[in-house]
């Protein structure tokens, strides 16, 4: 049995700014899956921001993408072939697989969803890395009501989810975004009680000053850079900073970066700021679904997809996602989704 795919590859690792000459898309064929193995197809693959730092030479806290060969990304797929006793064709899985059609994957690797409880890419989403992630980061920030929580890239896969768990610990909560329709999906579909366009705003701090006019009690930091020192100068003391991601910095050379001007803050205000990485805490995966499935069922959560449709778009959709061009949580459909799943819809 040998099966013919497309594959995205590493063409070379990026200098500054990802662009479309850093990918090559291939043909290549696939041997029959060996013992423990399965073949599957795949439906929705997620693009994410830490992906950037794994196309660079430089060893990052996940296995770097290698040149010449496929990039990987948390999959929705559909087994195609089986040789492990736990998975049938038909069924439907999730797991790190390739920028591909088709991948070859080691069955311990992968797990079981179901199309009837969420949409699919929900699974990448909501129920997947991006929802656990700010699930994670939440309870670490352990927001008290009343308190007020900021977040930054409030509309993205992450800050959406994180900016309406501060609403359900009865929070006043306030986002910034990228555009002007994103703010008004912040206010009017997620329930935030404040936001902010920062790329239209002449100076972020004062925009975050009128936004949240009592202080930070909590920040979710998904960006970095101006917003993070907007963040400090506006943060009450004992604040609380949760460090996700950094974003506006993930394609500035170490030249490039100025660094941020007002870290005495830490210190003055008594600010506790940790970072995470969500796989640390895997054997919490049972709560969060547990929780998060609660929540999407009841409508106290709500959640936006952005579909690019087409492997042979994903670099594309990558390069705009990390300029912020995305809205909402971005997938890219490969294949046809089953009868049985429920429709993709923007909430």
Same mark, same amino acid.
């Given at each position: 049995m040998s099966t013919p795919t497309r594959q995205i590859t590493l063409r070379r690792h990026p200098m500054g700014w990802v662009t479309p000459n850093d990918f090559e898309i291939r043909e290549a064929i696939l041997p029959t899956p060996p013992s423990n193995h399965v073949l599957v197809r795949a439906i929705f693959m997620s693009l994410d921001p830490y992906m950037r730092g794994r196309m660079d030479a430089n060893k990052t806290y996940?296995?770097?993408?290698?040149? %010449? &060969?496929?990039?990987?990304?948390?999959?929705?797929?559909?087994?195609?072939?089986?040789?492990?006793?736990?998975?049938?064709?038909?069924?439907?899985?999730?797991?790190?697989?390739?920028?591909?059609?088709l991948s070859i994957a080691q069955g311990s690797n992968l797990r079981h969803v179901d199309p009837t409880v969420a949409p699919l890419p929900y699974y990448l989403g909501a129920l997947g890395m991006p929802g656990m992630t700010a699930w994670i980061g939440m309870k670490m920030g352990a927001p008290r009501p009343g308190e007020t929580v900021f977040v930054s890239?409030?509309? %993205?896969?992450? %800050?959406?989810?994180?900016?309406?768990?501060?609403?359900?610990?009865?929070?006043?909560?306030?986002?910034?975004?990228?555009?002007? &329709?994103?703010?008004?999906?912040?206010?009017? &579909?997620?329930?935030?009680?404040? +936001?902010?366009?920062?790329?239209?705003?002449? +100076?972020?701090?004062?925009?975050?000053?009128? +936004? +949240?006019?009592? %202080?930070?009690?909590?920040?979710?930091?998904?960006v970095g850079g101006i917003i993070l020192e907007a963040a400090l100068d506006h943060a009450n003391n004992f604040a609380r900073f949760i460090q996700c991601g950094l974003i506006s910095q993930y394609n500035l050379s170490r030249e490039e970066t100025t660094g941020i001007r007002n870290l005495t803050h830490i210190n003055r205000k008594r600010i506790r700021m940790e970072g995470f990485i969500v796989s640390d805490h895997s054997d919490r995966l049972e709560e969060f679904m547990s929780e998060m499935k609660a929540w999407l069922s009841?409508?106290?959560?709500?959640?936006?997809?952005?579909i690019t449709n087409g492997l042979e778009n994903a670099p594309e959709a990558f390069i705009s996602m990390l300029k912020g061009g995305n809205f909402g949580k971005k997938v890219v459909q490969i294949g046809p989704t089953p009868p049985e799943s429920h429709e993709v819809k923007h909430l």
């Open positions: 996940a296995q770097n993408f290698f040149i %010449g &060969e496929p990039l990987k990304a948390r999959v929705i797929g559909e087994v195609i072939y089986s040789e492990h006793a736990n998975f049938n064709p038909g069924d439907l899985v999730c797991g790190m697989l390739d920028w591909a059609d890239a409030a509309s %993205g896969a992450v %800050g959406q989810i994180a900016g309406q768990i501060a609403k359900l610990q009865s929070c006043r909560t306030v986002g910034c975004a990228g555009s002007d &329709e994103k703010t008004a999906f912040l206010l009017d &579909e997620l329930g935030f009680d404040a +936001a902010f366009n920062y790329k239209s705003s002449s +100076a972020v701090l004062e925009a975050l000053r009128v +936004a +949240a006019p009592d %202080g930070v009690d909590m920040y979710f930091d998904n009841s409508g106290q959560i709500r959640y936006r997809i952005d």
